[in-house]
């Protein structure tokens, strides 16, 4: 199956998830995120330990000794988090470009951003793979970083993957609901609002 402009005629909305509608569950949300902020850090941590045992300690070094240089710090994380929200959004983008070879929408709200396909339905397994692609295809580039690169890298690198891993919760939550329905469902993606359909 192919993604679609034209819904078929048996097909009929059997579910949808609307951030905009469901503040609730936009909080959890993030407050889940900041769980999988902590939990992917120890883990990214642990494997950059296991992939360059002689080198990650010195990567990993900070500098706090004055004022400047937490500012310095700090200007650098938001930098990289706003890197970090682009690129991830450019990966789902891209997605939803080769399945539908049509230019993505992109948008940024108060507490998300996202890339969406209004318009095309995406067969259940199509939408999955462009759901999870930024948190496989970007963890997958940083552990390159962390086998390949100077240890000068490690930190940058280091939150680029947390903030990807744990800014990918809605993404988990929405490819965990899609697994439940069966491969036939098509997907449309408007941005705020996903929404299922079956025949």
Not at 35 to 48: D, E, M, P, R, W
Not at 100 to 125: H, K, M, Q, S
Request: charged residues 10%; neutral net charge; aromatic residues 14%.
């Amino acid at each position: 199956m192919k993604s679609t402009k034209t819904l078929p005629e048996n097909y009929h909305a059997i579910g949808s998830i609307d951030l905009s509608l469901n503040r609730r569950a936009l909080i959890w949300l993030n407050v889940l995120g900041l769980g999988l902020f902590v939990v992917t850090g120890s883990a990214f941590v642990q494997v950059l330990y296991w992939l360059r045992p002689n080198e990650a300690g010195s990567g990993l070094t900070l500098d706090l000794s004055s004022a400047g240089s937490i500012l310095e710090l700090v200007a650098a994380f938001l930098a990289l988090y706003a890197g970090m929200i682009l690129l991830h959004e450019a990966v789902h983008g891209s997605f939803f470009w080769v399945f539908t070879r049509e230019r993505p929408v992109f948008a940024i709200r108060w507490a998300y951003a996202y890339a969406a396909a209004p318009g095309w339905f995406l067969p259940r397994n199509l939408y999955f793979v462009t759901a999870l692609s930024p948190l496989v295809g970007i963890s997958l580039l940083g552990l390159a970083v962390f086998a390949l690169a100077p240890p000068a890298w490690f930190m940058p690198t280091l939150i680029v993957l947390v903030a990807n891993a744990s800014g990918a919760i809605g993404d988990i939550w929405v490819a965990v609901w899609l697994l439940r329905h069966p491969p036939s469902c098509l997907a449309c993606d408007k941005g705020d609002a996903v929404t299922l359909y079956l025949s």
